[in-house]
């Protein structure tokens, strides 16, 4: 089945503890992105990555990193975190960035950061 | 800069009213638009989309959205509303960039 998939699917963690949050997809996409979602905020972009070794800046992107050295995965790395980066975290990925390309959208990972 | 406005935060309806949800966005350039649902729990879904041609746009479950390019809006309709139509709803324009809406919430009592 093709799908995006997402874990932990929540989280409790405390400031200042690093953590990981993976994405995989299995459908050869090449673009793949992170968004978080807060109410009233909608999902604002925190990182994308177009293809492999290339990532770049969303929105909101103080206080993640992510890396993309293999197509199919995305990770999500929170160095040091901070109970403002208590979200929902919504992976997605494309075929291209390109055109009308629809994202397919992973189960979400809840974080709660104490 | 490109922005996506969604203006009805929430929303309540019984069942078999007709719906519209606004989307406004602003992009002076060529854009694609979407429109997603999130139901109660769940990720992301899409439900339509327009890339060119008929901006009469038909998608899942009944829903439909027309294109205005003049007026700079893709909203959303759906003539009866069911109760499982109760969800979040998020207009997306893509121009240079993909960008979301704030979302609206429906709600849809029997």
């Known amino acids: 089945e093709a799908q995006v998939t997402q874990n932990p699917r929540y989280l409790i963690t405390v400031t200042g503890k690093k953590l990981t949050v993976t994405c995989s997809q299995n459908m050869n996409h090449e673009y793949m992105s992170w968004y978080r979602q807060d109410p009233g905020l909608g999902l604002r972009q925190i990182y994308y990555?177009?293809?492999?070794?290339?990532?770049d800046k969303g929105d909101v992107p103080e206080g993640y990193k992510v890396s993309r050295k293999e197509k199919r995965n995305f990770p999500l790395i929170l160095e040091s975190p901070s109970p403002n980066q208590t979200s929902l975290y919504f992976c997605?990925?494309?075929?291209?960035?390109?055109?009308?390309?629809?994202?397919?959208f992973g189960a979400g990972s809840r974080l709660t950061v104490l | 800069a490109q922005s996506v406005s969604q203006h009805n935060h929430h929303v309540i309806l019984s069942e078999a009213a007709s719906l519209e949800l606004g989307c406004n966005y602003s992009?002076?350039?060529?854009?694609?638009l979407f429109w997603y649902v999130q139901y109660p729990g769940q990720h992301l879904q899409l439900l339509l989309k327009y890339f060119s041609g008929d901006p009469l746009v038909k998608g899942i479950k009944g829903f439909e959205a027309e294109f205005i390019k003049s007026k700079f809006s893709f909203n959303l309709r759906k003539p009866s509303v069911q109760w499982s139509d109760t969800a979040e709803y998020f207009c997306?324009?893509?121009?240079?960039?993909?960008?979301f809406g704030t979302g609206t919430q429906l709600k849809v009592e029997l």
């Open positions: 990555s177009m293809n492999v070794e290339v990532t």
């Open positions: 997605a990925s494309s075929l291209t960035p390109l055109g009308a390309n629809v994202l397919t």
């Open positions: 992009y002076g350039g060529t854009v694609n």
């Open positions: 997306a324009v893509k121009g240079n960039k993909l960008t």
